[in-house]
């Protein structure tokens, strides 16, 4: 997961101590939903998605999880579901992210939350948005999520084709208008693929126009039903990311320079009138988090974005990526995953590897064993990358991107991400 807006916009978040190592006393974020200075970037304890459910509302074309609206056996209980989050709760997560399938179609969602919460977890919700009113959003909001992320790819009917069922854009924006209703941070998930990412334009405009928090772009992983997605080319990949970038910087400078007008308005004497006057403070100040998924290259082409920018903080960034260490501390070591029968993954998108089952052993004993030799390899990968990858300068600040996609595409754990789009002479400097 690439920051964008505090690696190229330096914005400060929540979420930067875990991921960049800063001190939470240097931030101006809000301590209760502020994870904890990580030591190290591969000392860090796993956040842990747990598909709850694989029954979804929708059949959408890239589901990971090949879920449909049906029942499926074997889901984890409610009283199972709880001794997984106590068991999370003492490993020290940082946070649990509840997913699908469509997590709002069971029944116990909230129970399980606030139980969670009980325990100290962080919460975090992935979902289409379909299902939410103002009750839900209200219980979701009671609940104290720290975060929402409603999917999706593109606008009204692309959105639709995309999600598989007619109506659905619609019922997510209001979703998401019900969410902000009631103060609940919202933010947008999006796959970029063939088919969505020219929609790029159009949903940051709805970003702004919704006064969204956060937006997280997915780079495509061939898992599931995504087998058959189109991806982006590399020529596409580096298009999709500069229009990402753009949009990143025009949002924090707009955000910074409407801040300075207020304080501007405020120190005047004469209390000069400026186009923030009678403004509410939510507008003046929104600022929105984006961030980059899937793509650890995403960290050194933003890197040399702004060397070729001459922005003075160039080198600052560079050593932040290499503190993170891309995927060297991704899959396997600091995300992983639950399904919903009890399968642990090292990711989401991982599900033909199955390092146990929480049913049969906690999930901290199943994390800890590193016996599984795939497991051991992920937590050190460095060695056994072959390739542009072993060779390229930047493979302390990418790690190599994912090893899942490599996986599934050409059937070697250990291969070229197919999903880097930067050139022989940019990796070889």
Not at 18 to 23: D, L, S, V
Not at 105 to 113: K, N, P, S, V, Y
Not at 142 to 167: K, Q, T, W
Not at 310 to 336: C, H, M, P, Q, Y
């Amino acid at each position: 997961m690439i920051d964008v807006s505090v690696l190229y916009a330096g914005l400060e978040t929540a979420s930067k101590p875990h991921r960049y190592g800063k001190a939470l006393e240097q931030l101006r974020v809000d301590p209760n939903h502020a994870h904890e200075v990580a030591k190290s970037a591969r000392g860090r304890r796993p956040i842990v998605v747990w598909n709850v459910t694989r029954t979804c509302n929708l059949r959408c074309v890239h589901c990971y999880s090949d879920s449909e609206a049906k029942k499926y056996d074997g889901e984890l209980s409610t009283d199972e579901g709880k001794a997984l989050l106590t068991d999370l709760a003492a490993y020290k997560v940082p946070a649990v992210l509840f997913s699908g399938g469509e997590p709002l179609a069971r029944r116990d969602l909230f129970e399980l939350a606030a139980f969670a919460r009980e325990q100290g977890l962080h919460v975090v919700l992935s979902t289409n948005g379909t299902l939410i009113d103002a009750k839900t959003a209200q219980r979701l909001r009671d609940v104290d999520f720290s975060y929402v992320g409603v999917s999706l790819d593109g606008m009204g009917a692309v959105n639709d084709r995309f999600r598989g069922v007619e109506g659905a854009f619609e019922a997510a924006l209001a979703g998401i208008r019900a969410l902000k209703a009631v103060g609940q941070k919202v933010g947008l998930r999006l796959t970029l693929t063939r088919a969505t990412f020219q929609e790029l334009d159009n949903l940051f405009a709805l970003i702004e126009r919704e006064r969204i928090d956060r937006v997280c772009f997915y780079h495509l992983v061939p898992s599931g039903r995504g087998k058959g997605v189109l991806d982006l080319s590399v020529d596409e990949s580096r298009r999709a990311i500069d229009t990402i970038l753009a949009h990143t910087k025009r949002l924090a400078n707009f955000a910074s320079d409407r801040q300075a007008s207020r304080r501007l308005a405020c120190a005047s004497e004469m209390g000069s009138p400026t186009d923030t006057e009678g403004e509410p403070d939510h507008i003046a100040e929104h600022r929105v988090e984006v961030l980059t998924v899937d793509n650890h290259c995403d960290g050194p082409y933003l890197y040399m974005k702004m060397l070729a920018e001459g922005d003075a903080r160039a080198d600052e960034v560079f050593s932040l990526l290499k503190w993170n260490g891309g995927a060297l501390a991704s899959s396997g070591v600091g995300i992983a995953c639950v399904s919903w029968n009890g399968d642990v993954h090292p990711d989401q998108f991982w599900r033909h590897l199955k390092l146990g089952n929480v049913r049969e052993r906690p999930f901290t004993q199943i994390w800890d064993d590193t016996s599984n030799p795939l497991l051991a390899a992920l937590r050190d990968r460095k060695p056994h990358l072959t390739g542009r990858c072993a060779t390229c300068r930047f493979v302390d600040a990418c790690g190599g991107s994912l090893r899942v996609r490599a996986d599934l595409m050409t059937g070697n754990t250990w291969a070229p991400d197919p999903g880097c789009y930067l050139t022989d002479a940019e990796i070889a400097g």
